[in-house]
């Protein structure tokens, strides 16, 4: 107990000094503030469902094509606060393009990656990230924000990836078919609707949805606390 | 930068049939203001008697529908749309339950009715479901409640006076008194409570006089001992097929805890008096009507042939018809009657009828609404004749049963008796300058129709009526405000009264806020298209040609229109047998279960069709 306050204070201390170094802007903004209590109810707790198309795994290697987010409100999707944001990046789509839909044309179209991220930290701020795998998220908005605000962006996350392993494992053993836990087929085994589109947006949607079933199976409709998900 | 299109929102609700015929730009701005919620299975998502302020559309998953009985309504999945019954806190009255696990898009009410407001049809299909209960409701009538063709009445709702009776021991002279004083053809003859006989006229003449007996004899002597009786359930047509086999001209109806109590006599005359009762012999007689005193004489007539027609399979807006046709006929013949009184009239003019008369929608005791509009051609001296005509005929009204407007909207009041240019004036200030206050009093003259004189002055004034109501922007809103003002008592279906102080105190007013919404509603509709129609029914028909109403929701409010003023009609002929005025002041037990359900039903209907009508007509920017 005293062990883990004293990890939290000294996280705190360390973001408070990134804030004082971040440019005055929404990620200063997001540094200063602190995210959602580990206490929060889930019927409380203020996520931000997001997704990022990328070139490819790698947060230092690869770039950030498009963001698309939404806001979940306790239990409930606010598609008033969807959005969907491309990078104008100076990088050639090529392959990828027939897997994001996202031509070089809509490229060029799009905005820069520091307003990007500036976007993605006001959207953030009081919330936590929801992802299907999110490291992938948490890993590239921060070496992002490492690279064009010369900070690190530390992110409080709920992976949606990790709640579906453990709502598959609750009721079907220990071992997990192939692909199990990918977000279209997650959504199927809860019975949510097949998404055709693969588009940043889309899958922040999907992924918000699955979060709100996934919370529901979880917690029987009994109080569970974001700590809870995150275990 | 531009909101992000929600595409898996967007896309699913265009395929859904409410939303597939709104624009897509439209979808994009509506799928922005949903929330998506999720529902595992048996979660209750609405429960009877509880509002809510939003709709709720399947994205996926399965809801069940039941109402407040239990009984299933609906069962959908994906697509299925519901929670419009219980907007604006009103109670619901279904159940809603998941019966998979759902997830649920969700509109704000506000947003519905903005929706609704720019695409009709989307309110239309919301309200379908309830519409559909109401027409069936509509359509079941002339077998529950309508059977009674004229000759399927009830004899006791034949017999209209208290039986006249004597004693077997009383004189045959003492009988013929009686009967010459009562002025009936016949008597019954009783023991305490029971019927023992009946003495009719015939027998005073073939059993008494041609027989040569004295005028002492007893009754129990000459008269026809134990009579065949009919019961006071029996129907007229069995009545004329006993007496037209028997031969006999009199008919005792008798009933009462031992089934012998006198209850009355019909005889021949009373059978005959039901085809008399045809309105159109009525409004033939009044035609012909020489006096006034001949004249109330006939209208007297009128609640009796109300009562027999809402008896008889008439619709109520088919009653309406008929008794605007017979207050048509009686202020035309006053005026006739008037003009003989006074002489040709010095110019020409129009007797104009306002209101619920010149909708043709009259009902059994409805003020007179009337006016005169005079030819710009009138000088001063003409006046005085157009002020006797005007009261020859108003007072002739009162006497014939049409009591003064408490308003004071009368052709006997100068301001309403004017020439034809200061009418247009008046109707431009209406229109141009419109004054809240002086809107909700005038509503009623946009309601006009000559009845006598000549029609072309009327056709101007209606003429420019329709040019320049429909640019009145302020003065159609503060009509659409007025026309929403009164909102439908559907509080009164959760245990609440509406009328809480007063005459008419714990009951349910079904003019205000009930058929006469409709009223309002149309008018709106019919002034913002510069519709000429009158009747409600044909400017909401006119209407849906105009594409200010789709043909669902005036088929919706036409079906609630005629089942509020069918309710009216039922309670009113009851009064009119009790021999009190007709009024609009429902109390709760009279109404049955099935006349509660639909009533609740048709409310709503009018409920919805005031807030779509508001947002069109929206205020905010207006006063």
């Known amino acids: 107990m005293i062990l883990s306050r004293f990890r939290v204070d000294r996280r705190r201390a360390r973001q408070a000094r990134w804030a004082e170094q971040a440019p005055p802007g929404p990620v200063r903004d997001y540094l200063a503030s602190a995210p959602p209590g580990p206490r929060t109810d889930v019927s409380d707790l203020p996520l931000l469902a997001l997704d990022l198309e990328t070139t490819g795994l790698d947060p230092r290697a690869d770039h950030i094509l498009s963001v698309g987010f939404v806001p979940v409100d306790g239990l409930q999707i606010n598609l008033a606060g969807a959005e969907q944001l491309i990078c104008r990046a100076d990088v050639e789509v090529g392959q990828s393009a027939t897997i994001h839909g996202i031509t070089d044309d809509a490229l060029a179209g799009g905005i820069a990656l520091r307003d990007l991220l500036e976007r993605v930290a006001a959207a953030l701020t009081g919330r936590v990230l929801l992802a299907h795998h999110a490291v992938i998220e948490t890993g590239f908005l921060s070496a992002a924000c490492e690279r064009e605000l010369g900070v690190p962006l530390p992110i409080t996350a709920v992976d949606t990836m990790e709640l579906q392993s453990r709502v598959l494992r609750s009721h079907a053993g220990e071992d997990l078919p192939p692909g199990a836990l990918r977000l279209g087929t997650a959504r199927a085994n809860l019975g949510l609707p097949r998404y055709a589109a693969h588009e940043a947006l889309t899958d922040a949607l999907a992924c918000a949805e699955l979060y709100l079933v996934q919370v529901d199976r979880l917690s029987g409709g009994r109080p569970m606390t974001l700590k809870a998900l995150q275990r | 930068m531009a909101d992000a299109e929600i595409p898996e929102v967007t896309d699913f609700l265009a395929e859904q049939a409410p939303f597939a015929a709104v624009p897509r730009s439209d ?10 919620r999720y529902a595992r299975r048996g979660t209750l998502l609405m429960s009877v008697g509880r509002g809510n302020d939003e709709v709720f559309v399947v994205r996926s998953g399965a809801v069940q529908i039941t109402d407040d009985s239990g009984t299933l309504v609906d069962r959908g999945g994906e697509g299925t749309a519901f929670g419009t019954t219980a907007l604006g806190g009103q109670p619901s009255r279904f159940e809603v339950e998941a019966i998979e696990d759902t997830l649920l898009l969700v509109l704000p009410s506000a947003a519905f009715h903005e929706l609704a407001a720019a695409h009709p049809v989307v309110g239309d299909f919301f309200s379908q479901q309830r519409a559909t209960r109401l027409r069936h409701a509509l359509q079941s009538m002339p077998h529950a409640q309508r059977r009674t063709a004229v000759l399927q009445t009830r004899l006791r709702d034949l017999v209209r006076r208290e039986p006249i009776t004597t004693t077997g021991d009383a ?5 013929a008194q009686l009967m010459a004083r009562e002025q009936v053809s016949s008597l019954l003859v009783v023991d305490g409570d029971r019927l023992t006989g009946i003495v009719t006229d015939r027998d005073l003449r073939t059993r008494v006089l041609a027989a040569g007996l004295d005028s002492s004899t007893p009754v129990s002597a000459m008269m026809t001992a134990d009579p065949v009786t009919a019961g006071p359930d029996d129907i007229a047509m069995e009545l004329i097929l006993e007496m037209t086999s028997r031969n006999i001209h009199h008919m005792p109806v ?5 089934g012998h109590a006198p209850l009355g006599m019909l005889t021949s005359t009373d059978l005959m008096r039901l085809e008399r009762a045809n309105p159109i012999h009525l409004v033939g007689d009044i035609a012909k009507a020489d006096d006034l005193e001949a004249l109330v004489a006939l ?4 609640p009796r042939i109300i009562d027999q027609l809402v008896h008889e399979d008439a619709t109520a807006d088919g009653i309406g018809r008929i008794v605007t ?10 005026i006739h009657l008037a ?3 006074l002489g040709p009239s010095p110019t020409a003019y129009a007797w104009v009828v306002l209101g619920s008369q010149a909708r043709l929608e009259q009902g059994p005791g409805s003020d007179q609404d009337n006016a005169l509009v005079i030819s710009d051609d009138a000088t001063p001296a003409d006046a005085p004749w157009f002020e006797a005509l005007a009261r020859f005929v108003v007072d002739g009204l009162v006497a014939c049963g049409y009591p003064r407007c408490p308003g004071d909207v009368m052709a006997t009041n100068p301001q309403w008796r004017r020439p034809l240019r200061e009418w247009k004036r008046t109707f431009a200030q209406w229109i141009d300058e419109p004054v809240p206050d002086a809107i909700l009093r005038s509503a009623i003259f946009f309601d006009l129709r000559a009845v006598h004189g000549d029609e072309g002055l009327v056709e101007e004034l209606q003429a420019q009526i329709r040019r320049s109501a429909p640019t009145g922007t302020r003065f159609l809103a503060h009509l659409a405000r007025n026309a929403a003002a009164n909102e439908p008592p559907l509080g009164f279906f959760r245990g609440f009264v509406l ?6 105190k714990d009951t349910l007013d079904l003019k205000r806020g009930g058929f006469h919404a409709v009223v309002e509603v149309a008018r709106v509709h019919a002034l913002s298209r510069g519709l000429p129609q009158v009747s409600t029914s044909s400017r909401m028909a006119a209407a849906v040609g105009a594409g200010g109403l789709s043909e669902e929701t005036a088929a919706d409010l036409h079906d609630a229109f005629e089942f509020i003023r069918y309710v009216r009609l039922l309670h009113q002929a009851k009064q009119i047998r009790a021999a009190m005025p007709p009024d609009n002041f429902v109390a709760p037990s009279e109404l049955s279960s099935f006349e509660k359900r639909h009533l609740r039903d048709a ?5 919805s069709a005031q807030q779509t009508l508001l947002h069109s007509h929206p205020l905010g920017h207006v006063t």
């Open chain 2, 603 to 607: 409310f709503h209907v009018v409920r």
């Open chain 2, 171 to 175: 004189t045959v002279r003492e009988a």
């Open chain 2, 339 to 341: 003009e003989r009184e």
């Open chain 2, 499 to 504: 009328e809480r102080e007063g005459a008419h």
């Open chain 2, 27 to 36: 979808l994009e701005r509506l799928a922005r203001r949903m929330t998506v």
């Open chain 2, 254 to 258: 008798v009933g009462g805890a031992g």
């Open chain 2, 325 to 334: 046709a017979v207050g048509d006929a009686v202020e035309q013949r006053l």
């Open chain 2, 299 to 302: 209208s007297q007539r009128l």
